[in-house]
């Protein structure tokens, strides 16, 4: 087992960090850049396309965790095929620029591919209970399945952010499936922290590349999919990658109905999140991504205490909850006093 676990990991760097000096590469040769603009959060052009350097290795790893008899063939044609939806959708995104409906389109179709190959579901684990919608059930599944795919996209505003997400959760994810037994699903997660991984060592501050929409959208979509396989599987509950995740979960959600209850395009880009807000108030990314990731040490905590105790999901969730919006609430006390709250207003909406 920890020859598997040291394998997926070294395989995964090496994969993430060579790919992404390749695409890095290729972007240099093709002028692939993302220009600066006045919602960016960086200030000259810097080439586009390293989520590659993790997409491949990611789905690489659910081809052949299927292919070793690790993995059923419903999780994998379910990953593979909305994963790569995702991932396509968003390159081409990122060269052309596509329209949102467009997007949304193909997001719904991907999750709605996994959902119906993993055969539905009718209750989700809670840790004390299941809990039973019935139907409706598979509706919300996707739709959150959606939301992660965005508001992953939507978080991947500074250097080096997403990509030590998604080691976070990754590697704590992988750690708990592997104890469960899940071990296809483990190889998955494990690989898709590694890749992370080695992208990061071209993506910390000050960043060499961006992953751009394909890196970011496959991580929101592979990240809420394992956690929609390994609830089927009975492994890992959603509920405790929700807690993994709350960081991302917490910043784009309050600023998503923020934006509603103003009346704002809120599927419109802007710098409103906590993260972004506090680079501009003069935080450096390093500065941001070191908080990020003190918050994810407690939250992979709480999570590894409601696997360990299922009985105490419903309080880890609680207390994860009421203390990413404690700490919210605290950031944006701090940028009134300090004076650094500059977001600009979006345009009302039509």
């Known amino acids: 087992m920890i020859g598997l676990v040291a394998g997926c990991l070294g395989a995964g760097f090496v994969a993430g960090w060579a790919l992404t000096g390749a695409a890095r590469r290729y972007a240099l040769t093709r002028a692939i850049f993302d220009t600066p603009n006045e919602r960016s959060s960086h200030k000259h052009p810097v080439p586009l396309g390293g989520g590659w350097g993790i997409a491949t290795p990611a789905l690489a790893a659910v081809a052949m965790a299927w292919s070793a008899g690790l993995l059923d063939r419903a999780a994998a044609m379910g990953l593979l095929g909305g994963g790569a939806a995702v991932a396509i959708v968003g390159w081409i995104d990122d060269r052309v ?7 949304l389109l193909v997001q719904v179709a991907a999750a709605a591919w996994l959902v119906g190959w993993l055969g539905g579901y009718d209750s989700l684990d809670a840790g004390t209970a299941r809990i039973n919608l019935g139907a409706i059930t598979n509706a919300i599944v996707v739709l959150t399945i959606v939301w992660c795919t965005n508001l ?8 080096g952010i997403a990509g030590m997400e998604a080691v976070f959760v990754g590697l704590a994810g992988g750690v708990f499936l592997l104890a469960s037994g899940a071990i296809g699903l ?3 997660a494990l690989v898709v922290a590694a890749a992370s991984g080695g992208f990061l060592v071209w993506n910390r501050s000050p960043a060499r590349i961006f992953m751009g929409d394909a890196g970011a959208g496959l991580l929101g979509f592979l990240l809420a999919g394992l956690a929609a396989c390994s609830e089927v599987e009975r492994a890992v509950p959603a509920l405790i990658w929700a807690v993994l995740l709350g960081t991302f979960i917490a910043d784009a959600t309050i600023v998503l109905c923020r934006r509603i209850a103003r009346g704002e395009r809120w599927y419109s880009a802007h710098r409103g999140h906590l993260y972004q807000r506090l680079v501009q108030s003069g935080w450096t990314h390093g500065q941001v991504d070191g908080v990020v990731a003190i918050i994810n040490v407690v939250l992979v905590g709480l999570a590894a205490a409601a696997w360990r105790w299922r009985g105490a999901l419903p309080m880890a969730l609680g207390v994860a909850t009421l203390g990413l919006l404690v700490l919210y609430r605290a950031g944006d006390r701090y940028l009134a006093r300090a004076g650094g709250d500059v977001t600009p207003a979006a345009p009302p909406a039509a």
């Open 186 to 188: 483990a190889v998955v």
């Open 97 to 103: 620029r596509l329209s949102a409906r467009v997007r």
């Open 152 to 159: 992953y996209n939507f978080m991947d505003g500074i250097d």
